[in-house]
């Protein structure tokens, strides 16, 4: 399961939170200058750039699609070249049934 959400889940989430996150880090910041802009007695005025108006983030969803399929992509790639691998000259035995135990596929080394 923790292998489906590293390799799946969290390349085609990852971008969007990171997007997320940093926008709110932009919002508070800007809040906070606002703020302290008050505090000090200056004016807000325009094109000061604490306005919440000049920071209106539009979402760029197709980029963040494009950033997690991206990443995913390269997840599936590396793990097939980091991934575990079957020995060499072994053979593949299937999941198979013993009494009430099943027992999972697994390789072996071949019958000599």
Known sequence: MIRIFITYVLPLVLPTLLYFA??????KKV?????????????????????PEDFDI?????RLILA??????VGLVLSVFFGSKNPPDSIY?????????VIPGQYAPKPK
């Open 58 to 62: 539009k979402t760029p969803w197709f």
């Open 68 to 73: 997690g399929v991206g990443l995913m992509m």
């Open 22 to 27: 940093w926008t709110a880090w932009v919002r």
């Open 93 to 101: 035995q299937p999941p198979r049934l013993e009494g009430n135990t």
């Open 31 to 51: 809040e906070t200058n606002r703020t302290k802009a008050k505090a000090e007695g200056k004016g807000i005025e325009e094109g000061d750039h604490t306005h």
